[in-house]
């Protein structure tokens, strides 16, 4: 009687894993065909090779955008391991823009910097401040840098850490030291984690903080990723990667979250970035999980770009606005726009630039 007990648990437990694999690959749509769209006139960026990526990107409304580069992830590929992570500078304004390393100075260990999401907040004095979500030795912190234009550097500033802020992936900073962060796996142990991805858990949350109060403001996120905010400041947008959906929230003055609507997109959304003359959405996406997670230099992940226009409407309007088989880009994760210039950044590849 026992051992038939034990069988059966055993049976049922492995017909549970079988279907939640299966569904594992719909929920990254595995095998699925990219069909290729470039509709503008791109070229790769020099000085972003292939070892190292361009993870997030934020433009400043002067034209010039910050690059996170370097990211080591858990599951990813990484092609410079042993390489420090940095942080880029473009200008847009230029006619032919290069990209720049930023020096970074101040009371930081370099050698560690492993970014990822990245958020810029200028005050009112008009001095920019660079946040960067860090994973030094594969933890989570905060950093906070103050940007010296003329000296191309970023001044390391402060630490941000908190028993809340683990697995972070990405950051929108609305106030001195008071923003909004993605947690993307609840767990942070790296089976655990893929034991909550195949059960598909939705444990993952947005998080909130400031120096008097840190909590979680959104759950039931199957992997919650990128995050921004609305023109006007009143609603936060959330990609849930895996869930393939973008999640509209209202923001109130306590700093809580409440849900307005979600927008389906079916296919997975990396990092969202909005775009300053009209307010539509940009979203990085990967069209196939799978080739991301099980990566083959002989058959790459590929990459596409949606925009959604009109996101309060009842019927947003969603729009392919580029989309290779990986031959050109691989595994793209932001797209960010600048009065009709768009730059797409990768996991781990280059970069693209669209006129």
């Known amino acids: 009687m026992g051992k038939l007990l034990v069988l059966t648990l055993l049976g049922a437990g492995l017909a549970l894993i079988g279907e939640r694999l299966v569904a594992l690959r719909q ?3 595995a095998s699925r065909e990219v069909r290729s769209v470039e509709p503008r006139s791109c070229h790769l960026i020099e000085g972003l090779g292939i070892k190292n990526g361009s993870e997030d990107i934020d433009i400043l409304p002067s034209g010039l955008a910050f690059i996170s580069s370097g990211l080591k992830y858990p599951g990813m590929p990484s092609f410079a ?3 420090p992570g940095q942080i880029f500078l473009m200008d847009l304004n230029e006619q032919n ?3 720049q390393a930023l020096n970074i100075s101040g009371d930081f260990d370099k050698a560690s910097f ?3 999401g990245i958020s810029t907040f200028i005050d009112e004095d008009k001095t920019v401040y660079l946040y960067v979500v860090n994973h030094p030795h594969m933890k989570s912190t905060v950093e906070k840098f103050k940007f010296e234009e003329q000296q191309h550097s970023l001044v390391h500033l402060k630490t941000i850490k908190h028993e809340l802020l683990k697995s972070l992936n990405d950051i929108v900073v609305l106030g001195p030291e008071q923003f909004y962060a993605t ?3 609840y767990f942070t142990n790296f089976f655990l984690v893929l034991l909550e991805i195949i059960l598909d858990l939705r444990w993952s949350h947005v998080l909130f903080y400031s120096p008097r109060e840190v909590k979680v403001v959104a759950k039931g996120f199957s992997s919650a990723n990128g995050i921004t905010v609305s023109l006007d400041k009143k609603f936060i947008y959330t990609a849930d990667v895996t869930a393939q ?3 509209v929230l209202k923001k109130h003055e306590n700093w809580d979250l409440t849900p307005v609507k979600v927008i389906h997109l079916g296919t997975l959304v990396d990092n969202l970035t909005v775009d300053p003359d009209t307010g539509d959405i940009w979203a990085g996406c990967h069209p196939d999980g799978m080739k991301l997670l099980a990566y083959n230099p002989a058959d790459p992940p590929g990459s596409e770009v949606l925009r959604i226009q009109n996101v309060l409407s ?3 309007k969603i729009s392919t606005e ?3 088989n990986g031959s050109v880009l691989q595994a793209s994760t932001v797209a960010s726009v600048y009065h009709g210039k768009l730059l797409i950044g990768t996991v781990f590849h280059k970069a693209l630039y669209c006129l």
């Open 245 to 247: 959906n973008i999640h």
């Open 183 to 185: 947690r993307d796996h």
């Open 322 to 324: 580029y989309a290779n």
């Open 114 to 116: 492993n970014p990822h």
């Open 27 to 29: 929920r990254t749509n």
């Open 314 to 316: 009842e019927k947003p």
């Open 81 to 83: 391991p042993d390489e």
């Open 97 to 99: 823009p290069r990209v």
